[in-house]
């Protein structure tokens, strides 16, 4: 919103003098004149995040001595700049701001009535600039005129990005690093101040980075990374994205030359990664047959069928699925605990990979909490906030978040022939889910219930192994029953789902609706290929098991009530169990497969197990349970990945599962 800016004096702050800011100003003009004339008529938005303080109307001007300085005890060119007015680039010691772009005017330069002026100033009305009041059709970028055309063209460039070999640098030291800082967070900020430019602006983060961050070569050092980054972001700032992806092209050309290892290469390469305690990566290290087993497949046709018939088309919703909505609307303000610190907070934790555009979490961790560009990094994780609150108080176009949730699929070779697909999501949404599910956990937590254990529960999946080996040790149980579902994930029904949730938990409604309102592409690793996900919760999402927990409860809720009070049942996500009479569990087997596919769960007879308890009971389950495909068996199996069955059976994996070691 709009500020009136007032000089007012301090009692230890001499009053500032106007004449000498302005005359420093003039000197620093050439520096910064061109960022406030021609690129902003192209690209007007917000340049910083609004502080809870801007909600006061009347503010102290910062004197010129006060503001921050840098190591060489010089004001610093980006904080003169905040004060300088876009019109007559002479500093505001009274003015107005724009709500948009956060730029301060003076009242003449705004060209405001006193009468005007004095409202704006004492109500909390929105007032933007000329600039960010001009219309849709007038948006530029470079040579590009008009959304279509700039949207277009991003979506080219982006389905390029991901096709690249990863080869980012960390973010250097320096006043590029800061600059960079700015402009992501700007980028960030014409998504989150609802700008002209919101539709475009996702996805000139996901370019943006990729391309500012490419290294020149492999070795490349740390002041040549800056003087590239320097050079690119001039480019950027003229709209120069052909020349940009010229150059990157070239990067990704002489990479695809050195592709092939040599031993020492890849000696060195685990060598480092031990060093930084990723054992996972330096693992891959030691088997130099890149066509070994269990190793990540080359996209061929084959491989692209198979990892679509793991991602099936969207399903008829059978109504018996659906529940009635009277729960109300969540109060948004729970979400304004989604904060720079959570933010924060949630980048420290995250790790691995990253998703199509190859950006990892060592990445984002640099620019989120950066020590050496703070003030930075910190107005950057703010606009990130700001994001994840929208995300989940608004609905937002799927076409405005279609690269943010996107994924990158790696298909790895599965002993047997079979594929096992591995989805890695954009380090971005990661973290925004991270923040929303910590605020969040208890409302999840409570929806899911007790019987359904993947929901973020201290201890859930060893509660639930401990339940079913206490309820198999009474004298009353009969037997178990492990339940295996196909692809479960992949087919949990998309749109039951998002009916259920928005019932049983709706503050995690809405940010579930924006992330799967529509089918998402997930990117072939290595190639430009890609599947839809159109069903279940996408692989790489860190919410995607709170989403199972919740949506499932329905179905779990109901088959509580097949159960007698001799015979329980516990969940893990797909994996449940029931545990007790051998009648009973054959009624609650029925009713799964009756209700199951509905939601979405489709009970896999041929991997199921029954553990019969004594060879007395067995009569009753080969006649309950002959007919059904599932295996019986009377000696044990693994629930969970702890040992249940006879006593020679525990004590036979219990040994075998243990490592030998000699004593001296």
């Known amino acids: 919103m709009a500020r009136r800016m007032n000089t007012r004096s301090s009692p230890d702050v001499e009053p500032v003098h106007i004449l000498s800011v302005t005359q420093a100003l003039r000197n620093a003009r050439t520096l910064f004149e061109e960022h406030n004339s021609s690129f902003v008529e192209q690209r007007s938005s917000p340049q910083n995040e609004v502080a809870e303080d801007d909600l006061e109307r009347t503010v102290t001007i910062p004197n010129k001595d006060d503001l921050d300085r840098d190591t060489n005890n010089r004001t610093t060119e980006d904080q003169l700049d905040n004060y300088s007015c876009p019109s007559c680039h002479i500093y505001v010691s009274e003015g107005i701001e724009c709500s948009s772009c956060l730029k301060w005017y003076h009242q003449s330069c705004a060209s405001l009535t006193d009468r005007i002026y004095e409202q704006l100033s004492n109500s909390n009305d929105p007032w933007n600039c000329q600039l960010c009041n001009s219309p849709l059709p007038d948006l530029l970028f470079g040579q590009l005129n008009g959304h279509q055309e700039i949207s277009d063209r991003l979506d080219k460039t982006y389905c390029e990005i991901v096709s690249w070999q990863k080869n980012l640098f960390m973010l250097p030291r320096g006043k590029a690093a800061r600059d960079f800082l700015t402009e992501l967070t700007r980028l960030i900020n014409l998504f989150t101040f ?193 994001l994840a609150k929208i995300l989940c108080i608004n609905n937002v176009p799927a076409s405005h978040t279609s690269e943010l949730l996107a994924g990158r699929l790696i298909p790895l070779d599965k002993r047997g022939g079979g594929i096992r697909p591995i989805g890695i999501g954009e380090v971005l949404r990661r973290i925004i889910a991270k923040s929303v599910a910590s605020v969040l956990r208890c409302n999840i937590q409570r929806a899911a219930g007790t019987l359904q254990t ?77 599947i839809w996900s159109e069903e279940g919760a996408t692989q790489g999402d860190p919410v995607a098991m709170d989403m199972y927990a919740v949506a499932t409860s329905p179905l779990v809720n109901s088959l509580a009530s097949t159960l007698d009070s001799s015979t329980r049942q516990a969940w893990f996500a797909d994996d449940s169990a029931a545990c007790g009479r051998l009648q009973t569990i054959k009624v609650w087997w029925e009713k799964i497969c009756e209700l199951g596919p509905a939601f979405g769960y489709y009970p896999n007879a041929s991997k199921t197990v029954l553990i019969v308890k004594g060879l007395e009971n067995l009569p009753c389950a080969n006649s309950l349970f002959s007919q059904t495909g599932i295996k019986i068996t009377t000696e044990g199996e693994r629930h969970l990945g702890a040992v249940i069955g006879s006593e020679e059976f525990y004590n036979l994996k219990s040994t075998t599962s243990m490592p030998k070691f000699k004593a001296g």
Request: with cysteine.
């Open 454 to 530: 993947c929901s973020g529960i201290e201890s859930g999946i060893e509660g639930a192994i401990h339940a079913m080996r206490e309820t198999f040790e009474l004298e009353t149980s009969e037997g178990m029953l492990l339940v295996d579902a196909t692809n479960a994930f992949n087919n949990l029904n998309r749109e039951a789902a998002l009916n259920n949730v928005r019932q049983v938990c709706p503050p995690f409604s809405q940010f579930l609706n924006n992330c799967y309102q529509s089918k998402t592409r997930l990117f072939i690793s290595g190639s430009k290929e890609f």
């Open 194 to 386: 609802d700008t002209k430019w919101k539709p475009l602006a996702l996805k000139f983060v996901h370019v943006f980075i990729p391309i500012m961050l490419q290294k020149p070569s492999p070795r490349s050092k740390a002041a040549n990374n800056a003087k590239y980054l320097k050079d690119r972001l001039q480019m950027w700032e003229k709209g120069e994205i052909d020349k940009l992806m010229s150059q990157c092209r070239e990067i990704q050309n002489n990479l695809k030359k050195s592709k092939n290892q040599t031993a020492d290469q890849r000696y060195k390469a685990f060598c480092r990664f031990m060093f930084e305690g990723k054992v996972a990566k330096a693992m891959r290290f030691i088997d130099h047959d890149e066509e070994s087993a269990n190793g990540a497949l080359a996209c061929t046709p084959e491989v692209l069928e198979k990892l679509k018939e793991k991602h099936p088309h969207s399903r008829k919703t059978h109504p018996s699925a659906l529940l009635s909505i009277t729960s109300p609307a969540p109060e948004s303000v729970i979400f304004e605990e989604i904060d720079t610190e959570l933010i924060m907070k949630s980048a420290r934790s995250v790790s691995g990979a990253g998703g199509p555009t190859q950006i990892d979490a060592d990445i984002w961790k640099h620019l989120i909490c950066s020590k050496f560009n703070k003030k930075q990094s910190e107005e950057l994780a703010s606009s990130i906030a700001e």
